[in-house]
C-alpha cells in the first residue's frame, strides 16, 4: 500500500510535466489543425535555455535559490516563446493553405533542425547540474522500514503546474484572446470576418505553447537533474499521446490525459518492467486511438465536405 | 510555387524598410541565439557544469541573418510576387519534358552498366547499392504515401521485420535467402495487416503517429527482447546470399569455381548490386501495374478525397489496408536485403531517422512519381555521402532542406503524379447545380 502511495506521487509528478507540454500540442491542435511535431523539441529548448540561464545566474555569485528560479522561469519562457513565434512564422505559416499533408512534413522536418541545432550548439553529451531543491517531508513510515516521501520539488512541480492551469484557464475563459482563439478554433474564416486577426492569434497560440513547455522543461531540469539533446522526442510522443488520450482540442482534458500517462508509466515501471514502460505508453496511444478515438474529452469530429 | 499567403503583396519596399526589417530579424536572432550560441556548456570531469562564452560565434550568425534576410527580400522583390514557374520560357519547357521522357530508360542503361563500368571501385559499387536499398524503400513507401496518401512514420518497422525475419531464420534454422526473402516479405506484410486493420480508420495526422508510435514500439522490444533478437547487440553471422544455392565464395563448388574464373570478393558485390537492382525494379513493376487496376485506382482516388471515395461505396479501410500491406512487404524485402547485405543488424539501424529519410525521398521525388522518388534517393544518400566529413551538420541541414522544400514546393521538388483517370472537363453535375443556387 505504501508503495502504491508512493509510486502515485511519483506518477502525479510526472504526469503534471506531461500535462504541460500536452497543452501545446493540443491547442495548435484545436486551431491550427495540425500536430505540431516539433513540440516536443521546443520542451527540450525550454530546458536547455533554463539551465544555461541557471548556471549564469549562479556564476554572477547570486545565492537566494527562489530568486534564481524565479529569474530563470522567466527567461527561459520569455526565449522559448520566441522560438514558438519564429518556429511557426518560418515552418507553419507558409503552409497554412498547402494540401494536408505539408505541414506535418514541415514540422517533422523543424523537430530535426531544433535536435540538431542543439546538439551543435550544446554537444550531445548529457548536462547535469547538482540538485537545487533538496528536502522533503515523510508522510509516512509502515512497519517494514517503507517511507512515503514528498519532496520539495515534487510539491513545486504540483504547485506550479496547478498555478499555470489556473492562470491558463482565466487567458482562454475571460479574456479577448481567449476568446479570439475559441473563435478561429471554430471557423477561421468567420472569426476573420468579425474582426479577429488570425495570424496574431495563431502565433499568439504557437507563443502560450512554447512558453507552458518551457516550464515544464524548467521543471524537468529541476526534477531529473539534467537535459539532453534528445529528450525531446519521446517526451514529445507521450505528450501527444496524453493531448490524443484526454481527446485532442480540450483543455482540461490534456491535462487529464497527461497525469493519466504518468501514472501508467510510472505503475507499469513499479509493477512490471521498466524497459517497456515507453512500449507501454505507446500501445496506450494505438489502443485510446482504436476504441475512443475521440478521447476521454474530447468532442467528435465533424467532417466537412 | 508558393501557397497563396495571407498576406497582402507588398509594393516595392523603399531601403529604410528593407533595412528595417533586416534589422529587427538580427534582432530576434540575437535573441534567439544568445544563450544556445553564446553560451556553452559541458560537463566537467567531475561532473560538475563549466561554460564559456563564444561571443563571435554569435556576432557571425546574427550578422548573417541581418544580410540573409536582405538578400531574400530583394530577391523577392525581383523575382516578383507572381511565381517563378511563369519565368521558364517554352522552349526550356519543351526541352524539359523532352529530357523527362528519356531519362528514365536512360537512367536504367546507365545503372545496368555501373557494376561494368566501376568493376574495380569497390566504394562506388557500395554507394550504389545504398542507393539501390533507398530507390526500393523509397517506391514501397511510394504506395503507402505517395498513393494511397497515407502518411506513415513506421516505415522503417516493417524494414526492421524483414531484417530480422531474415536474420533470425537464416542463423537459427540455416534457411536460404531465397526462401527467407518471401517469408521477410509475407511477415512485414501481416505486420502491416495487424497494425493497419485497427488504425487505418484514423485520419490522416492521427495515422501518422501511431505508425511512428508502432516503429518505436517494434525496435523497443527489438531492444529489450534480447533472448530472441540478442538485444542493443544484434545479430551477427547472417549468411551471405547464394546464387540460387551456388555460394559466392572462394571454395571449390564456389560459383568462381564452377564457372572456371578466378574468384574474386567483388562478384559477391556486383551480384549484390544485381539482386537489388532487380529487387527495386520488381517493386517499380509491381506498382505500375498496380496503379492501372481498379485498387490502384482507388488508392489514387482516397489521396484525392477520402469522403468522396466513400460517397462512392469504396470499401476507405480494406483499401488502405492493401495500400499499407503492399508497402509493408516491399518493405520487408529491402529489410532481408539490408541483413544479407550486412552480415549483421542492430537495432540502432532502425531508427525514426531512418523512417524520416525514406519518407522525404518520396516527399522529395513528388509523392507518386516513381522517377522522382529514384532521382531524390540519389540525390539525398548521394549528398550525404558528399558531406560525410560534416557529420554532425548532416541532419540539421536535412530538417532545414524538409522545411524549405515543403514551402517552396509541397508537392514535391522533382515530379508531381497526378492521378491516372480524371475528367477533363468540368460536368455541370448536380452538386455544381446546388452551389449555384438551382438546386
Known sequence: ?305 | MKAPSTHPIKPATSIPALLKTAFVNALIALVLFSLMIGIRTEAGSSGQLTYWTRFGDLASIVAAVFGGSIVIELLRQWIGPTGAEKLVPPAVQSGISFIGRYLAPALLIFTLLVPVMFYNQRYILDLAILVLTYVMLGWGLNVVVGLAGLLDLGYVAFYAVGAYSYGLLATNFGWSFWICLPLAGILAAFWGVLLGFPVLRLRGDYLAIVTLAFGEIIRLVIINWQDLTGGPNGVSGIPRPSFFGIPLDNSDDGLAARLGIEYSPTHRIVFLFYLILALALLTNWATIRLRRLPIGRAWEALREDEVACRALGINTTTTKLTAFATGAMFGGFAGAFFATRQGFISPESFTFQESALVLAIVVLGGMGSQLGVALAALAMIGGFELFRSLESYRMLVFGMAMVLIMIWRPRGLIGHRAPTVYLTKAQAISSDLVKEGHG
Not at chain 1, 497554412?96 to 499533408?101: A, I, K, P, T, V
Not at chain 1, 554537444?123 to 517503507?146: C, M, N, Q, W
Not at chain 1, 473563435?183 to 504557437?206: H, K, N, P, W
Open chain 1, 1 to 305: 500500500m505504501d508503495y502504491f502511495a508512493q509510486q502515485l506521487i511519483n506518477g502525479l509528478v510526472l504526469g503534471s510535466i506531461y500535462g504541460l507540454i500536452a497543452i501545446g500540442y493540443t491547442m495548435v491542435y484545436g486551431i491550427v489543425g495540425m500536430i505540431n511535431f516539433a513540440h516536443g523539441d521546443v520542451f527540450m529548448i525550454g530546458g536547455f535555455i533554463a539551465l544555461i540561464t541557471f548556471l549564469l545566474l549562479i556564476s554572477t555569485g547570486l545565492t537566494a535559490i527562489p530568486v534564481i528560479l524565479l529569474i530563470v522561469l522567466l527567461v527561459s519562457m520569455a526565449i522559448t516563446a520566441l522560438y514558438g513565434w519564429t518556429i511557426e512564422r518560418i515552418a507553419y505559416r507558409p503552409l497554412r493553405h498547402s494540401f494536408r499533408l505539408a505541414p506535418m512534413l514541415s514540422a517533422i522536418g523543424m523537430s530535426f533542425v531544433l535536435t540538431n541545432y542543439s546538439q551543435v550548439a550544446q554537444g550531445a553529451r548529457v548536462k547535469p547540474i547538482p540538485p537545487v531543491i533538496t528536502g522533503g517531508y515523510t508522510l509516512h513510515e509502515s512497519a517494514d522500514g517503507f517511507v512515503i516521501q514528498l519532496s520539495n520539488i515534487q510539491i513545486i512541480v504540483v504547485i506550479t503546474t496547478i498555478v499555470l492551469l489556473a492562470i491558463f484557464t482565466w487567458l482562454v475563459s475571460r479574456t479577448r484572446l481567449g476568446r479570439d482563439m475559441r473563435a478561429c478554433e471554430q471557423d477561421q474564416t468567420m472569426a476573420a470576418l468579425l474582426g479577429v486577426d488570425v495570424d496574431r492569434t495563431i502565433s499568439m497560440t504557437f507563443v502560450i505553447g512554447a512558453a507552458l513547455a518551457a516550464v515544464a522543461g524548467l521543471m524537468y531540469l529541476l526534477y531529473y537533474g539534467l537535459v539532453d539533446f534528445f529528450m525531446g522526442f519521446v517526451a514529445g510522443i507521450k505528450a501527444f499521446t496524453a493531448a490524443v488520450l484526454g481527446g485532442i482540442g480540450s483543455l482540461p482534458g490534456a491535462m487529464l490525459g497527461g497525469l493519466a500517462i504518468g501514472l501508467i508509466e510510472t505503475f507499469w515501471s513499479a509493477y512490471f518492467s521498466v524497459e517497456y514502460k515507453d512500449v507501454a505508453a505507446f500501445s496506450i496511444l494505438i489502443v485510446v486511438l482504436i476504441f475512443m478515438p475521440t478521447g476521454l474529452l474530447g468532442r467528435p469530429e465533424v467532417e466537412k465536405v
